[in-house]
């Protein structure tokens, strides 16, 4: 398997697609990080360990087709399971990413997305709570 699969990049600005109004903003990476995933690396949800100056948490990723680029390009966004003051765009994000939740879906109503959101989240912060997945946290290339 590609797990656990290691990326960084600088943190670029979305298309927009409401992340922030369903209360999960997406950290975006950039294409070349993108462009670097192995081809069988399945689009949907995954959770894994982000670091963002200095500090690490939980996050849920997700990746998926890319309606702007006509689904011919995927895109990579991460949330971070912690509340922020502030933006973050253009600081450097490293995600280690160790775990596969759903694949990606499509929802008849923006209330099942969020409740799906929701149910990722909570996967993410239970599975990463797991020792196994626990002990990733102090791998050095989020501390590096
Ligand atoms: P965009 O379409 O530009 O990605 P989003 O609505 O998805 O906009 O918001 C993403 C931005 O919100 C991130 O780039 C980051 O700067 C900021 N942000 C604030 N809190 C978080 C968080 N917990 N997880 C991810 N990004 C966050
Ligand atoms: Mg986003």
């Known amino acids: ?41 399945e689009t949907g949800i995954y959770y894994g360990w982000a670091s963002l100056e200095k500090s690490i948490y939980k996050m ?40 596969y939740v759903r694949p990606e879906l499509n929802f008849a109503s923006v209330d099942e997305l969020i409740t799906a959101i929701h149910s990722d989240i909570d996967v993410a912060a239970k599975s990463l709570d797991e020792p196994l997945m626990a002990k990733y946290k102090e791998d050095s290339f989020l501390s590096s």
């Open 1 to 41: 398997s590609y797990l656990p699969y290691y990326a960084a990049g600088k943190v670029i600005a979305g298309f927009g697609r409401g992340s922030k109004a369903l209360g999960c903003p997406t950290a975006n990476l950039p294409e070349e990080v993108i462009e670097a995933l192995p081809a069988e690396f």
């Open 60 to 99: 849920v990723m997700s990746i998926g087709w890319n309606p702007f680029y006509k689904n011919e390009k995927k895109s990579m966004e991460v949330h971070l399971l912690h509340e922020f003051e502030n933006d973050f765009y253009g600081k450097e994000l490293k995600v280690l990413v160790l775990g």
